[in-house]
């Protein structure tokens, strides 16, 4: 299949880290997520009710990155892929990248981040 969703550069402030600084304060987030699946029949007839609403999974990613308070980006990350796989069965696979756009390392590096790709079985 080669129909994909792209949701770029969401910018969520969320609670994620296992330092003590970061379980105090929110910070900075992005995400890109692909959200594969058919859209031809969508396409065809011009119709949001045959696609994957990708307002609605900015939502759902928004979301469990506020209320999830993570340790780990990896968890964050997974939970999200989970959660969109699960939300509609045309969705075949998604991939979630989130990244820290202001680590906690002393080092200039503009950002640390995880990806992960869930297909369905």
């Known amino acids: 299949m080669s ?17 003590a600084e970061e379980r105090t304060r929110v ?14 029949k969508a396409a065809k007839n011009d119709d949001i009710n045959e696609t994957t609403n990708y ?7 928004e979301r469990i990155a506020v ?10 990350c997974e939970r999200v892929a989970s959660e969109i796989l699960n939300f ?5 696979s998604v991939t979630v990248m989130v ?5 906690p390392v002393p080092e200039d590096i503009a950002s640390v981040g995880v990806r992960c790709t869930r297909k369905r079985k």
């Not at 990244?99 to 680590?103: D, E, F, M, Y």
């Open 67 to 76: 209320d999830g308070k993570f340790f780990l980006l990896e968890t964050l």
């Open 88 to 92: 509609d069965t045309a969705i075949t």
């Open 3 to 19: 129909d994909v969703i792209e949701l770029r550069e969401l910018r969520v402030n969320a609670v994620v880290g296992v330092l």
């Open 27 to 40: 910070q900075p987030l992005v995400f890109d997520i692909d959200i594969e699946r058919s859209f031809k």
């Open 55 to 61: 307002a609605l999974m900015v939502t759902l990613a």
């Open 99 to 103: 990244k820290k756009v202001v680590p």
